[in-house]
């Protein structure tokens, strides 16, 4: 987590410990799916074997892995719906076969399985009441979006357009390369500002749900949700700054942003 997720490593140490502890189980799960499909080359029998041996665990085999062994425990003790992890493998699994999503409804296909699931995991890790999932699901949404903005050159460079490419085309770009945008900044401005009011729109949505985390585990999923809202801002300031470097927010950042949301809602 501290290599992979600036944000999220330092926003986790807000969690009580027990809490932060299943964090980072669910983390390794996660990123160890994600790390077999994002590596260059892919491994694809790699990650079919992972696929198989959780299957094999969640049904009561032995585990070989310990990543995948913990997260079974996880699961179980925390009531993470079996039907949650298979939509996120399902979305890992596409990043083999599918580069191209088309339209947004595609789009959220995929986010649904990437992201929404692992908010709705991350509510029951927290033991917060069903009806705070929609919630979480935005959440969720909200931080992979702003990803796919954040790294839509670093994706294109591999091959995949997450954001639904018939807007792209409709704002007046033919492709995701740096010489197409430098051709017509304006379109991409327009196309990288019109994604931004959706994570907007969701991030919003998902604040409702605060209500229901407690204030210690607030203050780490606020702190989270204020990287990734810096990350917005900088980036709706400046689009073109997407093709210049990783947007993301300096360490220093994270820990004050963290200290000053545990102050305000823990005293």
Sequence with gaps: ??????????????????IRDDVRTLYAFVRTADDFVDRIPQDAKGFQKFCEEYRACADGSECISEVVQ???????????????????LWAMGQDLSKAVYTDISETLAYVYGSAETVGM??????????????????LGRAFQYINFIRDIFEDAAMG??????EELRA?????????????????????????????NDWLKEAENGYR?????ALAAVKTAADM?????????????????????PPRILVIA???RNFLRLTI
Excluded: H
């Excluded at 490593?9 to 969690?15: D, E, P, R, V």
């Excluded at 229901?212 to 210690?216: E, G």
């Design 171 to 199: 704002a007046g770009l033919t492709e995701v390369s740096e010489e197409c945008v430098r051709k017509n900044p304006d379109a991409f401005n327009r196309f990288i500002r019109g994604q931004l009011k959706r994570y």
């Design 212 to 216: 229901y985390i407690p204030a210690r």
């Design 228 to 248: 990734f809202n810096y990350t917005a801002s900088v980036i709706q300031r400046r689009p073109i700054s997407v093709l210049e470097r990783k947007v993301k």
């Design 160 to 165: 995949r357009i997450y954001l639904p490419f």
């Design 70 to 88: 913990e997260f079974v425990e996880l699961a179980r003790r925390r009531r993470i719906q079996r039907d949650w992890v298979d939509s996120f």
């Design 257 to 259: 942003t963290g200290v």
């Design 1 to 18: 987590m501290r290599r992979s997720s600036i944000t999220f490593f330092y926003s986790s140490l807000f969690f009580p410990r027990a």
């Design 121 to 138: 995991m991350m509510a029951r890790i927290m033991e917060l009441p069903e009806e705070s999932l929609p919630c979480a699901r935005a």
